[in-house]
């Protein structure tokens, strides 16, 4: 249901004529907790109440949250979108929206229905106001009007990553219990914050069954369809904000009650289990196809149920862009078994200093013992630099640690989901293939998705040169990167500037030839090309790596810059703190964290930055 024209923003139409024929439907939501749930056959889980919702609902096999932390997967359940689409793929972004576009709370209100939410937005929208008729602590379906049918969510929070390591609590899961994944050390610390969480998803569970003893008692469990879904994979470090099937594979229970079997997903089976792929941007057109409201054109999602169900999907697909203070894009798909990730930043490691991620006991022992080198491969990989592509077997490896991306027996498979995921790039119109900083510089006045979907956003070249410059094994020439160095298009120069960073050979780090176009991408238009430009000149010999401290520094005002290039520029200070001369030193512990007027939902990041470069020795 992508659609590429500025006419697609249309509210939905309704196709159902009498109130009593619509169900009512009800979203039970409980965050950062994956599948780790009785109903999924976990045994270590005790999760009575969701359990019994599982036996009279149909279970989905392999639902994807699409973005692995909150505010961006949030932001594609609301418009029906990939957040890739709205440029809102970034952790606690602000994006314009375009004018005639409608999230489907106000398409549920447009067609007659009370909307309440209690009580979680964090949408990545400038804009954030998506319609309810009440978005509160005390938003329930009981606010409506006699004979209105509703859509209603309530938001769980306890099993929160913040609830994983807070203090006190007493531990009712076993540790010594605890399946600890491959990719995790065996501790003390790592094993009681699997536990509290355990004890958390229980705490959770007891809450969705009081909403759903409230439906039952006033009387509108026989009228109601329920979906219960986690918001992404658990809040454990490598889970959360990773776009492995770790951090995107979340339960998905869809109940139909018997009056409205015939909007059921198809195959409809109390108890049963669906092997169809689903994922976030299929929710809203969903909910709206099962009360007869055909989707509006915008959303990218296809309904798995309902008047306007479509075909089955052979592939789903998660993003990663900017995680709080920390710059990278990642992009993945799965065809249900098996994994493909694309790496952009190939030279950074994955899990890099993430000041909230770093608070819980397991981030900081893993990370501790990694620099005490006393971890064996599969933990080690995560705080080391990144193949540029990844392939994982989910039946032989499912905690994704083997990666099967080199093997001559998976090249063919590698291919086929190499170009799934560049061919849904670009009917999709990911802006993501733009530094975040460059989508706003770009796009101006309009909101992002309105120049992504313009002829001034050329995604099929950002598509063939993103991928080709990130390519570890397949570098590009020399004679095409300054080719495209010298482009229009802004992105196809950062991309082939950033390639230099990506090379496993030294021998560019003389060349002369390389230094000039090095040189002329130091005063490049873009604020991005001119940080790609500098972090590749630390690397060079001579008088050039002299000049990209000052540069970066420079890049780093939020006076000058505003909060996001500034949050690139000391991604790459930081790690080069030691090397700086003391008066750059000075000059970046002096910077203003944030300007007068800063966006709240980024405003703190360059202070974070700011913070840990002061704490580096």
């Known amino acids: 249901?992508?659609?590429?024209?500025?006419?697609?923003?249309?509210?939905?139409?309704?196709?159902?004529?009498?109130?009593?024929?619509?169900?009512?439907?009800?979203?039970?939501?409980?965050?950062?907790?994956?599948?780790?749930?009785?109903?999924?056959?976990?045994?270590?889980?005790?999760?009575?109440?969701?359990?019994?919702?599982?036996?009279?609902?149909?279970?989905?096999?392999?639902?994807?949250?699409?973005?692995?932390?909150?505010?961006p997967a949030r932001t594609t359940i609301v418009s029906g979108m990939y957040a890739t689409s709205l440029g809102g793929h970034h952790m606690r972004s602000a994006v314009e929206l375009p004018d005639a576009m409608r999230l489907y709370p106000q398409v549920f209100r447009d067609?007659?229905?009370?909307?309440?939410?209690?009580?979680?937005?964090?949408?990545?929208?400038?804009?954030?106001?998506?319609?309810?008729?009440?978005?509160?602590?005390?938003?329930?379906?009981?606010?409506?009007?006699?004979?209105?049918?509703?859509?209603?969510?309530?938001?769980?929070?306890?099993?929160?990553?913040?609830?994983?390591?807070?203090?006190?609590?007493?531990?009712?899961?076993?540790?010594?219990?605890?399946?600890?994944?491959?990719?995790?050390?065996?501790?003390?610390?790592?094993?009681?914050?699997?536990?509290?969480?355990?004890?958390?998803?229980?705490?959770?569970?007891?809450?969705?069954?009081?909403?759903?003893?409230?439906?039952?008692?006033?009387?509108?469990?026989?009228?109601?369809?329920?979906?219960?879904?986690?918001?992404?994979?658990?809040?454990?470090?490598?889970?959360?904000?990773?776009?492995?099937?770790?951090?995107?594979?979340?339960?998905?229970?869809?109940?139909?009650?018997?009056?409205?079997?015939?909007?059921?997903?198809?195959?409809?089976?109390?108890?049963?289990?669906?092997?169809?792929?689903?994922?976030?941007?299929?929710?809203?057109?969903?909910?709206?196809?099962?009360?007869?409201?055909?989707?509006?054109?915008?959303?990218?999602?296809?309904?798995?149920?309902?008047?306007?169900?479509?075909?089955?999907?052979?592939?789903?697909?998660?993003?990663?862009?900017?995680?709080?203070?920390?710059?990278?894009?990642?992009?993945?798909?799965?065809?249900?078994?098996?994994?493909?990730?694309?790496?952009?930043?190939?030279?950074?490691p994955y899990l890099k200093h993430v000041e909230y991620m770093f608070q819980t006991p397991t981030t900081q022992v893993w990370k501790r013992m990694f620099d005490e080198g006393k971890l064996n491969d599969a933990q080690s990989k995560f705080w080391q630099p990144k193949p540029s592509e990844e392939l994982f077997d989910l039946e032989s490896d499912p905690d994704e640690t083997v990666n099967l991306a080199g093997r001559p027996e998976h090249a063919d498979r590698l291919r086929r989901m190499r170009q799934a995921m560049q061919d849904w790039s670009i009917e999709s119109r990911d802006l993501g293939l733009l530094t975040e900083a460059e989508i706003h510089r770009r796009s101006g006045d309009q909101a992002p998705r309105t120049f992504g979907l313009s002829p001034d956003y050329d995604i099929e070249q950002l598509v063939q040169v993103a991928y080709a410059c990130t390519d570890r094994e397949n570098p590009p020439s020399l004679g095409k990167l300054n080719q495209w160095v010298r482009s229009s298009e802004s992105g196809v120069r950062y991309w082939a500037v950033r390639s230099f960073l990506c090379r496993r050979d030294d021998a560019w780090k003389n060349d002369a030839s390389i230094a000039k176009m090095l040189e002329a991408a130091l005063l490049d238009d873009s604020p991005s090309v001119r940080v790609a430009a500098a972090e590749v000149a630390m690397l060079m010999d001579g008088p050039l790596r002299n000049r990209a401290p000052a540069v970066l520094v420079s890049l780093a005002d939020v006076d000058n810059y505003g909060q996001l290039v500034p949050i690139a520029a000391l991604n790459v200070l930081d790690q080069y703190w030691s090397e700086l001369p003391a008066e750059l030193q000075e000059r970046v512990e002096s910077l203003p964290p944030k300007t007068k007027n800063a966006p709240q939902r980024v405003s703190g990041y360059v202070g974070r930055l700011l913070n840990r470069v002061k704490s580096l020795p």
């Open 111 to 348: 067609a007659g229905y009370y909307t309440s939410n209690n009580n979680k937005t964090d949408y990545n929208f400038a804009n954030p106001e998506p319609g309810w008729h009440d978005s509160s602590r005390q938003a329930h379906w009981r606010g409506r009007a006699e004979n209105q049918p509703f859509f209603a969510v309530f938001n769980f929070t306890v099993s929160h990553e913040s609830k994983i390591r807070n203090k006190p609590h007493t531990l009712v899961h076993d540790p010594a219990k605890a399946k600890l994944p491959a990719y995790h050390p065996d501790t003390p610390e790592v094993r009681r914050d699997w536990a509290q969480y355990y004890d958390r998803l229980t705490e959770m569970d007891a809450m969705v069954g009081k909403v759903l003893d409230d439906l039952k008692a006033d009387g509108l469990d026989d009228s109601t369809i329920v979906f219960y879904y986690g918001d992404h994979g658990s809040g454990m470090p490598r889970s959360k904000r990773w776009p492995f099937d770790s951090g995107l594979h979340v339960p998905l229970l869809v109940h139909v009650p018997e009056k409205f079997r015939s909007v059921a997903p198809e195959n409809y089976l109390p108890g049963g289990m669906s092997d169809r792929l689903v994922a976030f941007v299929d929710l809203a057109p969903t909910a709206l196809s099962m009360a007869g409201i055909q989707p509006p054109e915008n959303m990218q999602g296809v309904p798995f149920a309902g008047r306007f169900a479509g075909e089955a999907k052979p592939f789903i697909f998660g993003y990663r862009g900017r995680m709080d203070e920390r710059i990278d894009e990642v992009r993945s798909c799965t065809d249900g078994r098996f994994v493909y990730m694309k790496h952009f930043y190939p030279d950074r």
């Open 1 to 71: 249901m992508i659609a590429l024209g500025a006419a697609s923003f249309i509210l939905g139409t309704i196709h159902t004529a009498r109130a009593e024929d619509r169900p009512n439907i009800l979203w039970i939501t409980s965050e950062d907790n994956g599948p780790e749930l009785g109903c999924y056959n976990d045994a270590y889980a005790d999760t009575p109440r969701i359990d019994a919702l599982a036996s009279r609902s149909l279970r989905y096999k392999r639902c994807w949250s699409n973005a692995p932390v909150c505010a």
